[in-house]
T-cell receptor
């Protein structure tokens, strides 16, 4: 069956620009997670959705980062006024429900801010 | 703040060798520990460990949790070149509503043919 998909796979943008990263979770999965992985580090939690609502956004680094999941399926991570330090791989994961900790990851979006 | 430490950071062995990867954790509320394999970008799930002392096994891979020592090991026997990857350990909190996985930095395993 189809796994978690993310688009684009790579994104290069200039400092100060706005970007949107998309995640399409496994069909039927109600929980969706965004992580950020810098080189040589493990994934770092950003935000978690249960259905349409952001249940925990404590990992978002600052107010330039925002994420939505309006219909409880596809999610978009939005970054305003990008900075070079935002360069990383952004991973999305989904799981069947909260408490179902087997999270299935997508291939990620590699964001490079020049 | 929850913390997960993995060792070694990197490991290079020859095909056929057996390796042991370590994960230790300091968390406020522990529920489970997860192991993932990351070859390119997407981590793939290997094991979830909740109970101490019970070994999980899948082919040549096995893992066990020691809650007293706050640690886990991942063993790979008869390694193959396809085992080359970064192995990530993550802990799951137990408090309701907290779904935040805390990952270690990973162990980069390289298998030489």
């Amino acid at each position: 069956g189809a796994g978690v998909s993310q688009t684009p796979s790579n994104k290069v943008t200039e400092k100060g620009k706005y970007v949107e990263l998309r995640c399409d979770p496994i069909s039927g999965h109600t929980a969706l997670y965004w992580y950020r992985q810098s080189l040589g580090q493990g994934p770092e939690f950003l935000i978690y959705f249960q259905g349409t609502g952001a249940a925990d956004d404590s990992g978002l680094p600052n107010d330039r980062f925002f994420a939505v999941r309006p219909e409880g399926s596809v999610s978009t991570l939005k970054i305003q006024r990008t900075e070079r330090g935002d360069s990383a791989v952004y991973l999305c994961a989904s799981s069947l429900d909260r408490g179902s900790y087997e999270q299935y990851f997508g291939p990620g979006t590699r964001l490079t801010v020049t | 703040e929850d913390k997960v430490v993995q060792s070694p950071l990197s490991l290079v062995v020859h095909e056929g060798d057996t390796v042991t990867l370590n994960c230790s954790y300091e968390v406020t509320n522990f529920r489970s520990l997860l192991w993932y394999k990351q070859e390119k970008k997407a981590p793939t799930f290997l094991f979830m460990l909740t109970s101490s002392g019970i070994e999980k096994k899948s082919g040549r891979l096995s893992s066990i949790l020691d809650k007293k020592e706050l640690s886990s090991i991942l063993n790979i026997t008869a390694t193959q070149t396809g085992d080359s990857a970064i192995y990530l350990c993550a802990v799951v909190p137990s408090n309701f509503g907290n779904e935040k996985l805390t990952f270690g930095t990973g162990t980069r395993l390289t298998i030489i043919p």
